[in-house]
């Protein structure tokens, strides 16, 4: 079954600590998308990758790090920079110039 | 630049009755136009897309979306709703090219089919 898994779907931190926000496709697609999701505001753009070893800062990237080390996977890491990090965040996967995206199942952040 | 508005933020309808979810968008070239549809605690999936030609693009499950040029528009229509479509609704814009990190996301429309 081809598709994009995040893990965990829940995850609580403590402020002040980075966390990692795990994301892996099988769709061999080459570009990979990290959203962050606030209620009433719609999707957010993070970061993207167009081609493995390389990003792109996307509208809201300050306080967040990425890697794009093999294509299948493309980690997020919030840091303590980010002044409010509890949100849902989405993975999205694509084919570069096709015309559909595909979501992740999401993670849930709360930092307490 | 491109936008796109979702005027209704949340549309409660009685189940079976037609229900319709408005898109505008706004932009100075043309546009591919897309739905998704979130569940709760669920990522999105596309329920529909206009890429070109036909105006009228229809969903497997009884949505449908008429592009509309001249009023910039892409409304959601289905003309009897079942309680397993409540869910949130998001219109989405992209002009052809541009990629989907250039994909503009409205707020999102949340529809309450009340039995």
């Known amino acids: 079954d081809g598709g994009i898994t995040q893990s965990p779907k829940y995850l609580f931190r403590k402020e002040g600590q980075n966390v990692t926000l795990s994301c892996e496709q099988n769709?061999?697609?080459?570009?990979m998308y990290w959203y962050r999701q606030d209620p009433g505001q719609g999707l957010r753009l993070i970061y993207y990758?167009?081609?493995?070893?390389?990003?792109q800062k996307g509208d809201i990237a300050e306080g967040y790090s990425v890697s794009r080390e093999k294509k299948e996977s493309f980690p997020l890491t919030v840091t303590s920079a980010q002044k409010n990090p509890t949100a849902f965040y989405l993975c999205a996967s694509g084919i570069p110039g096709g015309d559909t995206q595909y979501f992740g199942p999401g993670t849930r952040l709360t930092v307490l | 630049a491109q936008s796109v508005t979702q005027l209704d933020s949340q549309v409660p309808v009685f189940e079976e009755a037609p229900v319709e979810l408005r898109c505008n968008y706004s932009s100075s070239v043309s546009v591919y136009l897309f739905w998704y549809v979130q569940y709760p605690n669920q990522g999105l999936q596309l329920l529909l897309k206009y890429l070109s030609g036909s105006t009228l693009v229809e969903s497997i499950n009884g949505f449908e979306a008429e592009f509309n040029k001249s009023q910039t528009s892409f409304h959601l229509r289905k003309p009897s709703v079942h309680i397993s479509d409540t869910a949130e609704y998001f219109c989405?814009?992209?002009?052809?090219?541009?990629?989907?990190?250039?994909?503009?996301f409205g707020t999102g429309t949340k529809l309450q089919v009340i039995p």
């Open positions: 769709l061999n697609h080459d570009a």
């Open positions: 989405a814009v992209r002009r052809p090219g541009g990629g989907y990190q250039k994909v503009t």
């Open positions: 990758s167009q081609i493995v070893n390389d990003f």
